[in-house]
């Protein structure tokens, strides 16, 4: 049986949809940032530094206990975006300067993100 806090959970997780994870427009900023624009009228700026040490790829992420592999000191806060590419209609992936170039970034995962990271979520359209 579901508790009430928990059953909340579920649902706030699960009615993230829709506008709020669609882009409307994607945007490399210089050569280490990027914004994303959300159907929502949400603009989320994101640092390459940051999404990189957030990669959610299996050489990053042990698969078996979600624990992250990848130590924040091993990226540099000099990184860039060499190339974005859009996986689908659901995902970005990123070629990165350090190399890397495994990790399927979802939109919502995107969005979580921002919206977990305050200095990332920078503007409602009006």
Known sequence: ????????NIIEATERRGPAIEPREIKQ???AGLDITWG???TSSYKAADLRRACPCAQCVNEWTGQRVLKPEAVSEEL???DISVVGRYALNFRWSDGHETGIYSFRYLREFADEVPESRSSTEG
């Open 29 to 31: 900023v210089g050569d």
């Open 1 to 8: 049986m579901v508790t009430l806090p928990a059953r909340r």
């Open 80 to 82: 860039t975006i060499t």
């Open 40 to 42: 929502d009228g949400v």
